[in-house]
C-alpha cells in the first residue's frame, strides 16, 4: 500500500484526487493551509468528505513553511515509506495575481521549492506537479502541444507556474527525483472554484443576476471535468514520464455558447452583461492530447453539457449556502 503526500487537499481538484486515491487502497496525506483565497465552506465541504476516511490524515499547512512540510514528511515516513509528493496546492486565478503577484510565487514557486527540497532530504522518489495551460500565453498555435515554443506570459499566475514547471526539472535533474508536470485546461465540475466562470454562471442563473463576461464572449475555453482530470492525474502518477502532459477535453467551447448550456440546465433565460476584456485573458485555450493518450492511456470522458448539469444539480442540492458565495 502506498503512502501519498497530497497538497492542495481540500482545493478542488486535490480533492477530486485524494478520493480517487483513498478507493483504489492508498494511504492519503492530505496538506492545505485553508486559506480566504474564495470562501472556505467550498473547502470544508470538500474536505469533509475525505477526513472520515480511516485512510486518510490531514494536516494544516502553508506549502512555503520548509518547517511545517518537513515535519508533515518525517511523520508520514513513520507510518511508512512516502512513495510520492503530488503537489496540488496553488494560488489560482489570472486577474488577481496581476495585483497581488508576491503571494502566488509564494505558494506556487516557494512552495514547489519547498516540497521538492522536503522530497530530497526524506527520500520521496516521485513528485507531480499540476501546473496550467496559462504557461502557453498568448501563443498562435492552436490547439497546443507541449513542445510548441511559448507565447507571451500575460500574467503572474502564468509565470510563478512556468518556474515551478523548470525547478521540477531541475530536481530531476540533480537529484533524481522522478516528476511529471500537468498542465491542466480549465477545470470544472461540483463545488468548484467560485472565482471561475462555471460557478459563477450557475450561482448567477439561479439567483436571477447577470452573468458578466469580460469581452464579448467569443473566446473559447477547453472546459475539462474534474472527475477527468483526477483520473489523468493518478494516471501520470502511475504511467508518467517527465512530461509536460496536456490534460484537457480537446474540445473547446465558446464562453456564450457555454452560457447557453447553463441556461439550459437551470431551466431560465439569462441576461449578460459584457465588460471590458481583460489583458491577462487569453483568446482560446484548447489542448492537443496525444502525448496524454499515447503515454498515459488517457483521454477526457465528460462532455460540457454533461458536467454543466452536474453542476447545476450540485447547486441545486446545495443552494441554501452556495448562493452566499462570494462571486465577482
Not at 188 to 214: I, T
Not at 304 to 312: F, L, N, Q, S
Amino acid at each position: 500500500m502506498s503512502r501519498i503526500v497530497v497538497t492542495g487537499a481540500a482545493g478542488f481538484i486535490g480533492g477530486a484526487v485524494c478520493a480517487r486515491l483513498l478507493e483504489r487502497g492508498e494511504t492519503v496525506f492530505g496538506v492545505d493551509d485553508l486559506n480566504d483565497a474564495y470562501d472556505v465552506r467550498l473547502k470544508e465541504w470538500r474536505l469533509a468528505r475525505l477526513t472520515t476516511h480511516p485512510r486518510f490524515r490531514f494536516e494544516r499547512a502553508d506549502v512555503a513553511d520548509a518547517g511545517a512540510v518537513d515535519g508533515i514528511l518525517a511523520a508520514a515516513g513513520r507510518e511508512g515509506r512516502v512513495t510520492a509528493v503530488l503537489n496540488l496546492a496553488a494560488r489560482a486565478g489570472i486577474r488577481p495575481s496581476v495585483d497581488n503577484p508576491g503571494i502566488y510565487y509564494r505558494t506556487n514557486v516557494l512552495g514547489t521549492l519547498t516540497l521538492l527540497e522536503a522530497c530530497r532530504a526524506h527520500g520521496v522518489p516521485r513528485f507531480v506537479l499540476a501546473s496550467s495551460s496559462s504557461v502557453y500565453g498568448d501563443s498562435p498555435r492552436i490547439p497546443f502541444r507541449e513542445d510548441d515554443p511559448p507565447g507571451r506570459l500575460l500574467s503572474p499566475y502564468a509565470a510563478s507556474k512556468q518556474a515551478a514547471e523548470e525547478l521540477c526539472r531541475l530536481y530531476t535533474r540533480l537529484h533524481g527525483i522522478r516528476s511529471t508536470v500537468l498542465r491542466y485546461f480549465t477545470v470544472f465540475g461540483p463545488a468548484g472554484r467560485p472565482d471561475m466562470s462555471p460557478f459563477r454562471f450557475v450561482q448567477w442563473a439561479f439567483e436571477g443576476r447577470p452573468l458578466r463576461v469580460f469581452g464579448d464572449g467569443s473566446q473559447t475555453r477547453d472546459f475539462t471535468y474534474v472527475d477527468d482530470i483526477a483520473e489523468g492525474t493518478l494516471a501520470a502518477l502511475d504511467r508518467g514520464g517527465e512530461g509536460p502532459y496536456n490534460l484537457g477535453n480537446d474540445h473547446p467551447v465558446r464562453l456564450l455558447d457555454f452560457i447557453a448550456l447553463v441556461a439550459k440546465a437551470v431551466g431560465r433565460e439569462v441576461i449578460v452583461e459584457h465588460l471590458p476584456p481583460s489583458p491577462a485573458d487569453v483568446a482560446a485555450t484548447w489542448a492537443d492530447i496525444s502525448r496524454a493518450r499515447a503515454e498515459l492511456g488517457w483521454a477526457p470522458k465528460v462532455s460540457c453539457e454533461e458536467g454543466v448539469g452536474r453542476i447545476v444539480e450540485w447547486y441545486r442540492e446545495n443552494r441554501a449556502w452556495a448562493a452566499g458565495v462570494g462571486t465577482v
